[in-house]
Structures are given as C-alpha cells and as structure tokens.
C-alpha cells in the first residue's frame, strides 16, 4: 500500500560496491524511481562497484550510471562521488531515512564495522550508525571466514541489519530477473517501503 499523497517523501542513501550481484542495485534503483513515496535518493557507487557493473552489466563509465541501468533518465536518483568526503550524506545534519549497501563487500564492511569512515560510502553509513538511522548491509560473499563472520557481529552491534543477498526460490521465479526484484522487495519492506508487486506467503 502506498502512502498518503500528502506523505513527507523518504531520502535514502544507497550504496554499491565491489561484491558480485550487480542485478541487484539495478533492480533496487528502478524500484525506488518509481516509488511515489520516495523524494531523493543519493547514489554512491565505489570503483569496484563499477568494475563489477561493467562485468557483468555492461555498464561503464563513471558518469550517467543510473540512466544506462535504468534505460532513462533519473528524477530523484542523484549520483554522489565516492572520494567527495564533504557530500550532504557525510553530514549527520543532513536528514537521510535509512542507508542500503547492496551488495556489501567484506572489505566495505570491514571498514564500516572497524569505524575506518575514509571515503564516502563509509562516512556515510557511519552517520546512520551515529544517528540511530536505518543501516541495510546486504553483505555478499561466500563462505565467510571468521573475520567477515566477527565484523557482521560489530556491525550489528553498532546498530546495522544485516541482510545477506540470499535469493529466495519458493516462489518459483522464471528468472534472474524475478529473483532479484524479490529480494529487492524484501529489503524495500524492511525499511518501510514494501512494494506491491512483492510475493506473499499464503498458507495451504
């Protein structure tokens, strides 16, 4: 169900970094354009999230990226630069709703458990973790060691969800695609923003 029409819109933060699973933020990004109860969303992608988007999307260049992923031009995705410490998502006075890093590299997440806030991606979950806001690690790898396992308590600990990029398969998807905007769904639901065309359990 969508909000009222007279609803503040949501701002969120979202993240893309070096783990495979680049289906993933596309199909996040595209749910989020549409959303009439979203106003703003900050892009940040890292430059293994882009290595990564080319890969295996076919998607390259720094500039323009949410418009070749979504196949036009954005309203209220605006891309942030990753090295630009000083953006409005590095402040905590700027009001951001929830943050979602999808997918979340061991090496992002090590950096956000471990407090090492040196680029953009980092200071900006930092700040969700400092302000009490919504913090979605949609942490991708496999399988963990000890050290991703104890930096994903740390996490936690400070105030994180923790929301592996594990698809779900009981709702017979007849593609990647489908398997990926299910899970988008989820996480979407999981800050507030469930989406109608999600999959709904319904017991025999």
């Known amino acids: 169900m969508l909000a009222p ?24 990004l595209d749910a989020l354009e549409r959303d009439e109860r979203v106003g703003t969303v900050n892009l940040i992608v890292s430059d293994s999230g882009l290595r990564v988007m080319a890969e295996e999307l076919g998607v390259t260049g720094r500039n323009g990226i949410v418009a070749k992923l979504l196949g036009c031009s954005p309203t209220k995705i605006q891309q942030q630069n990753n090295a630009d410490i000083g953006a409005n998502v590095a402040s905590g006075s700027y009001a951001t709703d929830a943050m979602i890093v999808l997918p979340c590299s061991m090496g992002t997440l090590a950096r ?14 930092d700040v969700c973790l400092k302000e009490r806001r919504p913090l979605i690690l949609c942490v991708r790898e496999t399988p963990f060691n000890r050290i991703h396992l104890r930096n994903m308590t740390l996490a936690a600990e400070a105030g994180a969800t923790i929301f592996p990029v594990i698809p779900a398969f009981y709702f017979r998807p007849a593609s990647t695609d489908e398997i990926a905007r299910e899970y988008v769904n989820r996480v979407l639901a999981h800050v507030g923003l469930p989406q109608p065309e999600a999959y709904q359990w319904k017991a025999e």
């Open 112 to 125: 956000i458990a471990n407090g090492m806030a040196i680029q953009l991606i980092e200071r900006a979950a």
């Open 5 to 28: 029409t007279n609803a503040i819109p949501r701002t969120l933060t979202v993240a893309v970094t070096g783990a495979s699973g680049s289906i993933f933020p596309k199909h996040l």
